[in-house]
């Protein structure tokens, strides 16, 4: 089922933010507690440490002990929660905090319990007791006995400091979860505002309104690419339409003229204006020749420029079918009085023979029939690093450099007038170009009015050989 946008990114951005929190929380609970747990079991034993420290600072320069003063610090320790009894070297009791006093004592060992239990609620603690010699002028005079509660224990503050590092932690996973929805709104509407937009620019582009454009900008590059990739898909829309418009109005343009002539001709002949002579059905002959090659041409063309067409590729020499051609056209050549002469070595390609065969008859015939009588028809075909070029040029009239962007649309001729004489449909260039993109190649025009006309062809060579 799809979702929105919107669900989708905070789904997502939560989840990360709870996996985050999650680690933080799990890794700050495991290490930081254990390092805290390190400090608290070492600050226990400084705190010990210091009572003893401080408990031979009262022994008198004769050994007495100030039993008043050890009372005070055998309080302020049991405050601290130290449970302490100090004794001399023969073991007589100087000062013990139970007979002082008991119930607080006890207190004192079930308020720690009670802390680590509130904390750890399996925690296995107890009493404890640890003897420390009282040293008095690098003799020992006696022993401190401190009674806490171990392993170790949290007092209120340590209990309170992990309390708020908690505390901290979910405040934090709060605000990220908070920050997550408040960002995941705010991306998913500036995508999807503007995806919405381009998608109803899309949807009036599918309803047929080509002129419809998007003019989305946005800091997001793919945005940016699908708003170009609309306007784009709109534009060749919008062009094919215009295209097919005009071919439909360029046959209809085309038929007429060759259908007018033979119906007025037949006309006449029927009314008896006009016998039927040789001359007059020579002429209709003419215009049905004409039909019946635009006909023709245009059934090629549409084949050619059909997107599924199979390509029968075979490996043979391009020269060999140039000079087989070359040999068919001898005749017409002969009779206008013009010359076709090909150069070049044997040249190996790999390509559909009568595509290539298509190309090089109409451009042939096309220097026959563009270059006046005595004219010259030259034909190259060469080698290149990473191709094959052919070149087909003649000394005939050229073509004005304004028609030179135009001549291989279909139905377009440079001088009507003249094509007229020639016969032609207009298709045979346009023919030429299908065939070469359907090898993947490129077709140029190079030609100077009053000094001739030469087409160059260059054919990448085929990725895979059948040899
Ligand atoms: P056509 O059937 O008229 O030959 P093409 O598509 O073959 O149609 O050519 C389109 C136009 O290009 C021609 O009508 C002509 O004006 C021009 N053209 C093509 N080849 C030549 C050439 N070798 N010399 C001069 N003009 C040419």
Redesign the pocket.
């Known amino acids: 089922m799809a979702v929105s946008l919107r669900t989708k990114l905070a789904s997502s951005y939560i989840l990360v933010v709870l996996i985050c929190v999650i680690l933080i929380s799990l890794l700050a609970n495991l290490f930081l507690e254990k390092q805290f747990r390190n400090y608290v079991t070492k600050n226990q034993e400084r705190r010990n440490q210091q009572v003893v420290s401080s408990i031979s600072q009262q022994i008198g320069a004769q050994g007495e002990w100030h039993t008043q003063d050890i009372a005070g610090l055998g309080m302020n320790a049991l405050e601290q929660g130290l449970i302490l009894k100090v004794k001399d070297n023969s073991g007589r009791t100087i000062w013990d905090a139970r007979t002082h006093n008991s119930g607080m004592c006890q207190q004192m060992i079930s308020h720690m319990a009670e802390n680590m239990l509130s904390r750890y609620p399996n925690w296995k603690g107890g009493y404890m007791e640890t003897q420390y010699p009282v040293i008095h002028g690098f003799q020992k005079v006696g022993i401190v006995e401190i009674g806490y509660y171990g392993p170790f224990y949290f007092d209120d503050v340590d209990l309170a400091f992990i309390n708020t590092l908690n505390r901290i932690l979910l405040g934090v996973m709060a605000l990220a979860l908070f920050a997550a929805f408040g960002g995941a709104a705010v991306m998913a509407k500036r995508l999807s505002a503007p995806i919405g937009r381009v998608i109803e620019t899309a949807q009036m582009i599918a309803k047929g309104s080509y002129a419809t454009k998007s003019r989305e900008k946005s800091s997001i590059r793919e945005l940016n690419q699908l708003t170009g990739a609309i306007n784009d898909l709109a534009t060749t829309l919008d062009k094919q339409e215009q295209l097919r418009k005009q071919l439909t109005a360029d046959v209809a343009h085309e038929l007429r003229t060759p259908l007018a002539t033979l119906q007025s001709h037949i006309e006449a002949i029927l009314d008896g204006v006009w016998k039927a002579d040789p001359e007059r059905l020579q002429v209709c002959h003419n215009e049905v020749t004409r039909l019946n090659r635009m006909v023709a041409d245009l059934g090629k063309l549409a084949k050619y420029e059909s997107e599924n067409l199979v390509l029968n590729l075979t490996e043979f020499d391009l020269s060999v079918l140039i000079q087989e051609l070359a040999l068919n056209f001898e005749n017409e050549f002969r009779r206008k009085g013009s010359t076709l002469n090909f150069y070049g070595e044997p040249v190996m390609i790999f390509a559909d023979r009568d595509m290539l065969t298509q190309i090089m008859i ?1 451009l042939i015939s ?2 026959l ?3 006046p009588a005595g004219g010259k028809v030259e034909i190259s075909a060469s080698k290149l690093k990473d191709g094959i070029e052919i070149s087909v040029g ?1 000394n ?4 004005d450099s304004d ?1 030179q962007p135009f ?2 649309e279909r139905f ?4 009507k007038s ?2 007229r004489l ?1 016969g ?7 023919i030429v170009k299908a065939l070469v993109e359907t090898h993947h190649g490129v077709i140029k025009v190079n ?1 100077t009015k009053g000094t001739g ?1 030469e087409f160059i062809i260059f054919l990448p060579q085929a990725k895979e050989s059948p040899v």
Do not use: C, M, V
């Open positions: 109409n096309n220097g029939k563009f270059t003649d005939g009239p050229g073509i028609d001549i291989f377009y001729r440079a001088d003249r094509s020639t032609g449909s207009g298709i045979g260039l346009t030609s006309t």
